[in-house]
């Protein structure tokens, strides 16, 4: 995009291993983004959308640093269990979001793309990761802590869980995969052209994923079933009103999902 230079995009990884098991990682890395031809003339109008670019789009500028750590509990054969600590802090200037043009109207579909002065926030991962016979499985906390800044929004922090198993049918080739996620109570953001702002709280939700697949001649084809949103999760009101899995219920400050629904897909690989 000859609209914007370039800048120099520096990084740098290091990685300290202590004993055998043992890892210590850090990196630091500055990010560039300029705006993408889309968010910047782009537009979206129908019944169901409204959505419109803007060409005075800044580019994005962003700091990230992060340090881990990783120790290898138990190893035998192919099975092992390791255990991970990751500290992130990211650091970003006019982010570019996609914002309403009526945040304080839940209902409103108008919608332009803009500069968010800045945004930062530190996250603290906790993961053990685990593989016993054919079972795969990763266990994972994160806390997210946001900064806040000046006329734009208030400090906050939540919390989200993360449980990922896989089971790999050899007999058949069959493997099956479940995801499921806790997303803490935490603020509403809306995000609109003046600035982020928290309009409310959040409940605490969780969301389950399923999906089967099998691979066929010599794995160069791969099928794909699944289902998303088993848990049906459609409305979930602001500020402490209950979690509805249907009708239409108060549509004041509401988060919308899709709702539960299956998919397929097919991957094929030619040489």
């Known amino acids: 995009n000859t609209t914007y230079n370039t800048p120099a995009i520096p990084s740098v990884n290091l990685l300290y291993t202590p004993a055998k098991n043992v890892q210590i990682r850090g990196s630091y890395a500055k990010g560039y983004r300029a705006p993408a031809l889309k968010e910047m003339y782009l537009s979206f109008i129908d ?18 640093v992060q340090l881990s750590g990783s120790y290898q509990v138990y190893e035998k054969n192919t099975d092992y269990v390791q255990v991970m600590l ?32 800045r945004q930062q926030n530190t996250v603290g991962n906790l993961q053990v990761d685990g593989q016993y016979s054919n079972f795969h499985w990763q266990l994972g906390y994160s806390h997210n802590f946001t900064f806040a800044q000046e006329n734009l929004n208030d400090a906050y922090n939540f919390g989200e869980a993360t449980a990922t198993v896989q089971y790999a049918w050899k007999k058949t080739g069959l493997n099956f995969n479940a995801f499921y996620k806790y997303n ?25 994923d399923g999906s089967v697949e099998k ?57």
Request: proline share 4%.
């Open 47 to 64: 019944n169901n959308h409204y959505i419109i670019g803007n060409s005075n789009l800044t580019a994005e500028k962003s700091n990230h």
């Open 86 to 117: 990751t500290g992130f802090f990211n650091d970003v200037y006019n982010g570019i979001s996609l914002v309403s043009l009526d945040p304080t109207d839940p209902t409103s579909i108008r919608y332009t793309y803009n500069n968010l002065s």
């Open 184 to 208: 803490g109570k935490q603020p509403n953001i809306s995000n609109g052209v003046t600035g982020a702002e928290i309009n409310g709280i959040r409940n605490a939700y969780s969301m389950l």
């Open 215 to 271: 691979k066929f001649f010599n794995h160069k084809m791969q099928i794909i079933a699944g289902v998303k949103n088993i848990l049906n999760v459609r409305r979930l009101p602001v500020n402490g009103v209950v979690l509805t899995t249907g009708g239409h219920g108060n549509s004041g400050g509401s988060a919308i999902f899709m709702p539960r629904s299956l998919y397929t897909s097919v991957n094929l690989n030619i040489d």
